[in-house]
């Protein structure tokens, strides 16, 4: 039963090109959420997605991100034209649905921007 | 979701039980209170929940105060493995909503 998987794991990108991070959930599970960690900081929420529809983006940068999952395959964040303050970890979750359901983790990506 | 007050750092001997407190005295009656931690850069890994009863698992235990207040996760025989930042977060009981993490508490196994 594998978990939430995510890649590329680690990706390194330089500064105005643009970052493709891939996220397939858990078996099953028809929720997935975005978080992002900063360097030596906490973990925060970035947007919540179901299948085609983004449900909660409350978290998301208003301009150069965008996030999608669609019908079939994985659920991608999108960040163009990145910038120096997008080096971060990007952590994906995923869920079932249903009350109250706890949300596993994949293993990041790390994205590096040079 | 209700705020959480967690202590920033806390050691505890291998072997022995590890009690990690949580105040969340802004809780409410259809919230939850979830434990995660994350060792080193992993991903966060889920460890328990409950919403007023006591709860155990294979990873940990959850006592909760009678008035909800407060909780203490425990992990009965801490390892080295066990060091890592871990989260309390309060949470609706809609359920599929965003985690809010805090700062957590850095627990420390010492040999």
């Known amino acids: 039963n594998a978990g939430v998987m995510q890649n590329p794991r680690h990706l390194v990108r330089r500064r105005g090109q643009e970052a493709r991070l891939r996220c397939s959930p858990m078996?099953?599970?028809?929720?997935v959420y975005w978080y992002r960690q900063l360097p030596e900081e906490g973990l925060k929420f970035m947007v919540y997605l179901q299948k085609e529809n983004i449900i909660d983006e409350s978290g998301m940068p208003k301009e150069r991100f965008s996030a999608e999952f669609p019908k079939e395959g994985p659920s991608i964040l999108r960040i163009q034209q990145v910038v120096r303050g997008d080096s971060a970890a990007y952590f994906c979750?995923?869920?079932?649905?249903?009350?109250?359901?706890?949300?596993?983790f994949g293993p990041g990506t790390r994205l590096t921007v040079t | 979701d209700a705020k959480t007050t967690q202590p920033t750092s806390m050691d505890c001997a291998e072997g022995r039980a590890a009690n990690l407190p949580c105040n969340h005295s802004?809780?409410?009656?259809?919230?939850?209170v979830y434990w995660y931690r994350q060792i080193h850069s992993q991903g966060p890994q889920y460890i328990i929940h409950g919403l007023k009863n006591n709860e155990t698992n294979e990873m940990a235990s959850l006592i909760i105060t009678e008035d909800r207040k407060s909780s203490t996760l425990i992990l009965p025989h801490a390892t080295l493995r066990d060091t890592a930042v871990y989260y309390c977060?309060?949470?609706?009981?809609?359920?599929?909503?965003?985690?809010?993490f805090g700062t957590g508490t850095r627990l420390t196994i010492i040999p």
């Open positions: 977060i309060v949470r609706s009981a809609g359920g599929n909503e965003k985690l809010t």
């Open positions: 979750a995923s869920s079932s649905a249903g009350t109250p359901y706890e949300q596993y």
């Open positions: 802004t809780i409410s009656g259809n919230e939850y």
């Open positions: 078996k099953g599970h028809s929720h």
